[in-house]
């Protein structure tokens, strides 16, 4: 088990960039979670896949936040046009498919990405 | 949709006290509950999990949780904390039969003296 692996660790940009993060999951996981965490705050959902199909997106920010898993293996998280705002941690978790919403969900180290 | 709360955003025990932190949820259905421990520069990691059957969940590393229906409850447990435990503790849930994701509380810090 070589665990959730998120890339970058670190993204520094100026305002008004796009950024693009990735995340490989766990290799027999067929669920996919994106989350942001703000600074005092818990995780806050975004979206989800299954295989390659996005279940679930209607909780991504604005229409500037889209996510792809074009194989149904790793994932990439976009912002276009960045502000301030983004600032925070991404966290990407996932999951075995087997048994409902009742497997836990295993968790990356994250992205930080901060905006100048 | 659902929402948690933990009251108890900063703890500050010594070593071997006891502990409970608070967890409620609001959501009229049935629910997974989980904890979530992060320790300092690691990523989020489950300490425990209750899906049905026995209230009384018990962890990893000697932490328990018991499920109060009546009170929306999930409030962890651990009988003598050691400094290795200090680290940021999340509640969360997800509601069965309504998608995967997990809600989250905002979080308690625990900070154990040695």
């Known amino acids: 088990d070589t665990g959730v692996s998120q890339d970058p660790r670190h993204k520094i940009t100026k305002r008004g960039q796009n950024v693009t993060f990735r995340c490989d999951p766990i290799?027999?996981?067929?669920?996919l979670y994106w989350y942001r965490q703000t600074l005092g705050q818990g995780p806050e959902f975004l979206t989800y896949?299954?295989?390659?199909?996005?279940?679930?997106k209607s909780r991504l920010l604005s229409d500037r936040f889209s996510a792809e898993r074009p194989k149904g293996s790793f994932s990439t998280l976009e912002i276009q046009r960045t502000e301030q705002g983004d600032s925070a941690m991404y966290l990407c978790?996932?999951?075995?498919?087997?048994?409902?919403?009742?497997?836990?969900?295993?968790f990356g180290d994250g992205t930080r990405l901060s905006i100048l | 949709a659902q929402s948690v709360s933990q009251h108890n955003h900063h703890v500050i025990l010594s070593e071997a006290a006891s502990l409970e932190l608070g967890c409620n949820y609001s959501?009229?259905?049935?629910?997974?509950l989980f904890w979530y421990v992060q320790y300092p520069g690691q990523h989020l990691q489950l300490l425990l999990k209750?899906?049905?059957?026995?209230?009384l969940v018990k962890g990893i590393k000697g932490f328990e949780a018991e499920f109060i229906k009546s009170k929306f409850s999930f409030n962890l447990r651990k009988p003598s904390v050691q400094w290795s435990d200090t680290a940021e503790y999340f509640c969360a849930v997800n509601a069965q039969n309504a998608g995967n994701m997990l809600t989250f509380g905002g979080g308690t810090r625990l900070m154990v003296k040695p």
């Open positions: 290799s027999e996981h067929n669920r």
């Open positions: 959501y009229g259905g049935t629910v997974n």
């Open positions: 209750y899906f049905s059957g026995d209230p």
């Open positions: 896949f299954q295989n390659e199909a996005q279940l679930e």
């Open positions: 978790a996932s999951s075995s498919g087997r048994g409902g919403s009742n497997q836990p969900q295993h």
